[in-house]
Each structure stands twice: as structure tokens, then as C-alpha cells.
């Protein structure tokens, strides 16, 4: 068959690679001049430091599947995340653990203290959390909160976290030990060369024909047997119901000599500083040794018609708009929508890598079955 994927990030990337192994003519289009999407890497030119261009990337899975394909692809090398924030004047580990909590009470605590105590200053009289605040009220109390999560939060998303519901913060934001690791999962690791690198692997097939710097409009449909579509969902319709709501990030580059701030990343709780964080890029390599180095401040605001969409933000209005997209994606036949655009969902890089793998699995059926492959393989709703 003839395949157009729309996207060379992980889902068209890992999507075009399956159909080109299984025999398939493959077109992928991209509107940037690189591959790799949202994860793309890229060497600074004048400190030689390899940046996370749309934001810091760390690879973190559990799916063995997912680990041995990006190790098919790249050499990944040992990384253990860890965040630090900057608060009332203070800098404090994250996430929430027993040192920050004997840190910001200038306590000693031992476990079984630190529970007790936020047991005490914790509002039990908040039975079924609503909202993030409640949330967030009912588990940590008020002291934390404010010097941890509310801040951060209402800057993140532009709206009071009595506005968010109370699944934005799903599991209890507090550790009673003191392992501040960011990410629990059995694989974790940062690849040696960059994302852009490993997608350029996955995407060397003879059988794929990339094409960078090209948009795809509908008509383009027509000449291909199939599409899998990782752009805006909103988009493909040219936005007939309305644009569905997303945040978008501004970065403010600067550069250094030496270490700025001594982390990856560090956050920034307090409501009067205007960004949300600030990522210095040469720790996500710590074996590469370089003199110079690049950091980002973060900082988050409504996506406007122009601007890149990252963090969907899924609320009720958004939901209903969503619904009615759907609707219309379920009508319309030979196309395929998905990865985190595609289907307006947050999406960690394994769980894109996961969902491309299936959807291609799942056409390669349909196609041997002589089955219409659906409008999503992932419902988004
Ligand atoms: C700030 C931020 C930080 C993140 N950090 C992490 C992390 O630490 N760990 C993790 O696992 N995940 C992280 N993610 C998630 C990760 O970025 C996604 O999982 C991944 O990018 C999804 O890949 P994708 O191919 O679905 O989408 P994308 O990477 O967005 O790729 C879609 C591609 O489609 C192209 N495109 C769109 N419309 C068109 C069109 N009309 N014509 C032609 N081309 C088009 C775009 O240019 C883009 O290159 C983060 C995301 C964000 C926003």
C-alpha cells in the first residue's frame, strides 16, 4: 500500500517504520525541518551542549517492549532524574519527601513523625476532594501547598487550582522517606546522541520517503491509500467546531560559563516569579564535559492560533468540543489519528512509542483481515 504518516515525531517515526519493514510504500511529511517532533534535540552551536529544544525529555518506562525498540535505535546511557524548587527564599528537594518536609519546618522528623505531623495540619474535614486545591488540602495541608504546589500550578495552567479538578494531582503528592528519584519505572536512561538522532535511525529505511518542510492539507489524502495523522485533531478540520484548548510554553535562552544552578531542572514555586522553572540542558549528559552552558527559563501561557500546542488542557468545555471532534474523525474514513495531537492527550514518549506499535499492529490486521482500520486505535475520550 501507499501510506502517508503526517508527523515524523515517535508516533509517524515508529508507525512509518513498521509499514516500510512489513513491505509498504511510506511518505512522511513533516511542516518542521527536523524529525523527532516535540523531542527533538539539537547541539548548540557555540557551547557544543546538546539541548531538549521543546522542553526537557527523560525516557522512563516500564513496558520491556517499548526499552529493547529504543535501544534497537540509540544507546542509552544512565540518567536518574532528579528536580530541585526554589520557594519563600529557600531551595527544597522534590518531590515532596521527608527532607523537604523536615527542611521547610526545620525539623528532624522521622517517618512515622512526618506522617503524624501532616496528619494533624492535613484537613480531614475534606471527604471527597473536588478540586487540586482540595486535593491537595486534604493531603498535604495548607503550609505545603501553598509553597509547593499552588504557585507552580496556577502559573502551569493559568487558572486557581480551586478551578482544577482533583485528579490533576492523583496520588499523594508526599514521600516519608527520603528518595527524591522523579521517576519510579524500571527502565530510565537518556540517549547518547539525542532524540533526533534515534529517530533518524528509526526513519533509515528504504522503503520511507521523508519529507521535511511540507504541510499537509486534506487534499493530499486522497493520493494514498491510507493516513496516520499526528497533527492537531482540531487542525485536520480546519478548526470548523473551534480550536481546542491547549497551554504553550516560551523558552528564554540563556547561556553561561560553567554550572548555572548545579540541577536539570529547577522549579520555581513563588507566584511573583514569572517562570515556572529553569532547565540547564548539560545535566541531562553528565558524561559529556563541556565549559559553556545552556539553560532555559520556562514559561507557560494559553496557546494562541500561532503558537506550538504542548500541555492539552482537558477540561469540560474542551471535553464536549473534543467529543464533537471525534464524531467527525469517526466519519471520515482512510485516515488515522494519533500520538498526542492526534488524539489531544498528554502522552509520555514510552506510551506514544507504545500506542504507535499497537496502531501498526492494528492496521497490519485489518489490512491482512481486509478490515476498515478505525478513526483511532487509542480513543481519546
Ligand atoms: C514540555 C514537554 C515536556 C515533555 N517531557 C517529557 C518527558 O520528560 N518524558 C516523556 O516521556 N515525555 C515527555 N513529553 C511528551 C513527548 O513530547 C511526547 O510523548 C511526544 O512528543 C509525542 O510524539 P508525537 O509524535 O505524538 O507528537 P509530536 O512530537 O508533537 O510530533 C508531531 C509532529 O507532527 C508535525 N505536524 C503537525 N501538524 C502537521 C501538519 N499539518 N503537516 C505536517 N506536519 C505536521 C509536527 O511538526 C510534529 O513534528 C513532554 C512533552 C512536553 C510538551
Given at each position: 500500500m501507499n501510506l502517508l504518516m503526517v508527523g515524523a515525531g515517535l508516533s509517524g517515526a515508529v508507525i512509518g517504520r513498521m509499514m516500510a519493514e512489513a513491505g509498504h510504500k511510506v511518505t512522511i511529511l513533516d511542516e518542521?525541518?527536523?524529525?523527532?517532533?516535540?523531542c527533538h534535540t539539537e547541539r548548540d552551536a557555540e557551547t557544543g551542549v546538546l539541548v531538549h529544544i521543546y522542553g526537557p525529555h527523560i525516557f522512563h518506562t516500564d513496558d520491556a517492549e517499548v526499552w529493547e525498540y529504543v535501544n534497537r535505535f540509540e544507546t542509552f546511557l544512565p540518567y536518574n532524574h532528579r528536580v530541585k524548587t526554589t520557594s519563600q527564599g529557600q531551595v527544597f528537594s522534590l518531590p515532596i519527601n521527608l527532607h523537604t518536609i523536615n527542611q521547610y519546618y526545620g525539623k528532624t522528623m522521622r517517618p512515622d513523625e512526618a506522617r503524624a505531623h501532616i496528619a494533624e495540619i492535613?484537613?480531614?474535614?475534606?471527604?471527597?476532594?473536588?478540586?487540586f486545591e482540595e486535593q491537595a488540602l486534604r493531603f498535604v495541608g495548607p503550609d505545603l501547598y501553598e509553597a509547593f504546589l499552588k504557585g507552580y500550578t496556577m502559573k502551569q495552567w493559568g487558572v486557581s487550582p480551586t478551578d482544577?479538578?482533583?485528579?490533576?494531582?492523583?496520588?499523594?503528592?508526599?514521600?516519608?522517606?527520603?528518595?527524591?528519584?522523579y521517576f519510579f519505572h524500571q527502565f530510565k536512561g537518556m540517549p547518547q546522541d539525542g532524540y533526533t538522532a534515534m529517530v533518524e535511525r528509526i526513519l533509515d529505511h528504504p522503503g520511507i520517503d521523508l519529507r521535511l518542510g511540507q504541510r499537509f492539507s486534506?487534499?493530499?489524502?486522497?493520493?494514498?491509500?491510507?493516513v496516520f495523522y499526528s497533527g492537531p485533531l482540531d487542525g485536520y478540520f480546519d478548526y470548523a467546531l473551534g480550536r481546542l484548548g491547549y497551554r504553550t510554553l516560551d523558552f528564554e535562552k540563556f547561556t553561561e560559563i560553567?554550572?548555572?544552578?548545579?540541577?536539570a531542572v529547577m522549579n520555581y514555586?513563588?507566584?511573583?516569579?514569572?517562570?515556572?522553572r529553569i532547565t540547564e540542558h548539560k545535566h541531562f549528559a553528565p558524561w559529556e564535559d563541556h565549559e559553556g552552558t545552556v539553560c532555559y527559563r520556562e514559561y507557560s501561557r494559553a496557546c494562541g492560533a500561532d503558537d506550538i500546542p504542548y500541555?492539552?488542557?482537558?477540561l469540560m468545555g474542551e471535553m464536549e468540543m473534543l467529543g464533537r471532534y471525534v464524531e467527525h474523525a469517526n466519519q471520515e474514513g482512510g485516515v488515522t489519528f494519533v500520538g498526542r495531537l492526534g488524539t489531544y492527550r498528554y502522552l509520555d514518549m514510552d506510551v506514544t512509542i507504545r500506542e504507535a506499535l499497537d496502531t501498526g499492529r492494528a492496521f497490519l490486521k485489518h489490512a491482512a483481515d481486509g478490515t476498515q482500520m478505525p478513526a483511532f486505535s487509542k480513543p481519546p475520550l
Open positions: 518542521r525541518d527536523h524529525v523527532a517532533g516535540n492535613a484537613d480531614t474535614s475534606i471527604e471527597t476532594p473536588q478540586t482544577l479538578p482533583a485528579s490533576i494531582l492523583k496520588r499523594l503528592p508526599v514521600r516519608f522517606n527520603y528518595d527524591d528519584h486534506r487534499e493530499m489524502a486522497e493520493r494514498f491509500d491510507h560553567g554550572d548555572y544552578q548545579g540541577c514555586g513563588d507566584p511573583d516569579v514569572p517562570y515556572t500541555y492539552p488542557i482537558r
